[in-house]
């Protein structure tokens, strides 16, 4: 069964409701690699229930399910879908505790070929239940690496090109260790894919063992900002958006590299994140707005 354009552009997701406190917070903290060291006072403040902060990347595990596209009947090979590109904006600063829903809808579809695989966009809203305000902004492009062909559009209705790291020298680097067993303790904060736990489907899926979230990368790469940018204030990292572009193996080491996109004191950066052990990069295209 080919993929079908059709329903995916008009399925109704259902909105998720989502209770949070410090327990999500900590848990999530832990599972981006926060907690290493239990003398960075830095780091401390997201792990720790005195004086709580919540990681400014924490709307990425808000107020979602990750199954809805497989549960459909949307003809998508489940196996060899993989996660392509993410964005993030934040309207307000994340609350360590609240009550939120998230309300998600596909935007477009595109058809890259018989051989290259569709490209799935989606949004999700982040908003407050109480009052209905608007917290954050989620931008999401599903690779499905085996369901091109279908007879779709070849490109986007509203072609967005991508952000493009500068060739001189990086102004920053930082360097983050994952752990082991991260990719199992990340999915404690709701994505439960079995590529990411399970050696026998991760082979199945191509890889020789399980791999860290896409997400979770991308949690790693905005723990390097807040600790290189902003002093571990979450509230001045107000956005950030990425192309994944190799997969991560729990506990390699993760090198943020970063380019100052001027010199003012809240402006926009460019960042790319290498695999050290490997010098593969797995996110590339990447561009943050720092607030002042």
């Known amino acids: 069964?080919?993929?079908?354009?059709?329903?995916?552009?008009?399925?109704?997701?259902?909105?998720?409701?989502?209770?949070?406190?410090?327990?999500?917070?900590?848990?999530?903290?832990?599972?981006?690699?926060?907690?290493?060291?239990?003398?960075?006072?830095?780091?401390?403040?997201?792990?720790?229930?005195?004086?709580?902060?919540?990681?400014?990347?924490?709307?990425?595990?808000?107020?979602?399910?990750?199954?809805?596209?497989?549960?459909?009947?949307?003809?998508?090979?489940w196996s060899h879908a993989?996660?392509?590109?993410?964005?993030?904006?934040?309207?307000?600063?994340?609350?360590?505790?609240?009550e939120v829903i998230g309300r998600e809808r596909v935007v477009d579809v595109v058809d890259k070929g018989a051989d290259k695989g569709a490209l799935i966009y989606s949004e999700r809203r982040i908003i407050e239940r109480a009052t209905g305000r608007l917290l954050a902004t989620l931008t999401q492009t599903t690779f499905c690496r085996a369901d091109g062909g279908f007879?779709?559009?070849?490109?986007?209705?509203?072609?967005?090109?991508?952000?493009?790291?500068?060739?001189?020298?990086?102004?920053?680097?930082?360097?983050?260790a994952t752990r082991p067993e991260m990719a199992l303790i990340y999915r404690l904060s709701g994505d439960v894919n079995p590529l990411h736990a399970d050696p026998d489907f991760a082979?199945?899926?191509?890889?020789?063992?399980?791999?860290?979230?896409?997400?979770?990368?991308?949690?790693?790469?905005?723990?390097?900002?807040?600790?290189?940018?902003?002093?571990?204030?979450p509230s001045r990292l107000t956005a950030m958006s990425v192309r994944f572009s190799a997969p991560v193996f729990p506990g390699e080491t993760l090198r943020t590299e970063i380019w100052r996109d001027s010199h003012e004191a809240g402006a926009s950066v460019s960042f790319r994140l290498r695999v050290k052990e490997r010098d593969a990069v797995a996110i590339d295209n990447g561009r943050a707005e720092i607030s002042p």
């Open 82 to 98: 993989v996660h392509g590109e993410q964005g993030l904006v934040l309207h307000a600063p994340v609350a360590a505790q609240g």
């Open 151 to 176: 007879g779709g559009p070849r490109q986007r209705r509203e072609l967005q090109p991508q952000h493009a790291v500068p060739s001189r020298p990086p102004d920053l680097v930082c360097d983050l």
């Open 203 to 233: 082979r199945a899926a191509g890889f020789p063992r399980p791999i860290l979230h896409g997400l979770a990368t991308m949690g790693v790469a905005g723990h390097a900002l807040l600790r290189t940018l902003c002093g571990y204030d």
């Open 1 to 77: 069964m080919p993929l079908d354009r059709d329903k995916l552009l008009a399925a109704v997701i259902p909105d998720i409701p989502q209770s949070y406190g410090a327990r999500d917070c900590i848990l999530y903290a832990l599972g981006v690699g926060l907690g290493q060291d239990p003398t960075a006072r830095g780091e401390l403040a997201f792990v720790y229930e005195q004086g709580l902060k919540a990681l400014p990347t924490y709307p990425l595990v808000q107020g979602y399910t990750p199954y809805w596209l497989r549960d459909g009947d949307f003809g998508l090979t």
